[in-house]
Structure formats: structure tokens, C-alpha cells
């Protein structure tokens, strides 16, 4: 599958914005799709994860209450509504999927996933 992320911006603190990854290729809703992001200087880190139906999502504990994932599977999309921004959010914001995952919960890692989008940056200005 390919993805192709988009929506990353600037955004003053307390602000939203959505980002969404568009799938193309193999049946998308047979894969499990996720959210990541990488500060500069920082390891890749897990932040939303959702599977094939949407019936089940995840989230890293500082963006629970906050962060919305969602899959719209006619289209083909994965969106990550993000509202309440910090500055600690700005990253560069990572599409991932996968196909052969059995396990969705809140600790998946980068190594659970074989399909990448190309990112998108997220700057909140405090």
C-alpha cells in the first residue's frame, strides 16, 4: 500500500488541525493504521493506532482526550484530528500501516509496521 500524508502546518498552542493519510493500492481496510511522530533529535514514537473496522483505537497517553483517529475505508482514508495543541507536539507526523498485525493496543512500536507515508510537520508555537 502507498500513503500519502497531508494537513501538517503551524498552529498556535490550544489550536486544531487534522491530518490525513490517503491509501492507495491493496484493499485498505484489511490493514491496521496508525500515527506516528519524531521530534527533532528523538526517536519515532507511537501515538494513535486503529483497526481494519475502526472499532478499535489507541493512544499515547498525552494525546488521550485530545487526539481523535479515525478511517473513512470508501475513501480509502486515515485521518488524525488533533485539538488542544502544545509546543511538545511539534513533530513530524508519520502515517503507518500494516496488514499482518494481529495485536492493536497503545504499545506499538515502528517495527510493527511495513508500510509508510512520507510525513507531515506539525509546528505548535507556544
Known amino acids: 500500500v502507498q500513503l500519502q500524508v497531508s494537513g501538517g502546518g503551524l498552529v498556535q498552542a490550544g489550536g486544531s488541525l487534522r491530518v490525513s493519510c490517503a491509501a492507495s493500492?491493496?484493499?485498505?481496510?484489511?490493514?491496521?493504521m496508525a500515527w506516528f511522530r519524531q521530534a527533532p533529535g528523538k526517536e519515532r514514537e507511537f501515538v494513535a493506532v486503529?483497526?481494519?473496522?475502526?472499532?478499535?483505537?489507541y493512544y499515547k497517553d498525552s494525546v488521550k482526550g485530545r487526539f481523535t483517529i479515525s478511517r473513512d475505508n470508501a475513501n480509502n482514508t486515515v485521518y488524525l484530528q488533533m485539538s488542544g495543541l502544545k509546543p511538545e507536539d511539534t513533530a513530524v507526523y508519520y502515517c503507518?500501516?500494516?496488514?499482518?498485525?494481529?495485536?492493536?493496543?497503545?504499545?506499538?512500536?515502528?517495527?510493527?509496521?511495513?508500510?509508510w507515508g512520507q510525513g507531515t510537520l506539525v509546528t505548535v508555537s507556544s
Open positions: 503507518a500501516a500494516d496488514e499482518r498485525t494481529t495485536i492493536v493496543d497503545a504499545y506499538m512500536g515502528p517495527q510493527d509496521f511495513s508500510s
Open positions: 493500492g491493496r484493499a485498505f481496510s484489511s490493514y491496521v
Open positions: 486503529i483497526s481494519w473496522s475502526g472499532g478499535s483505537t
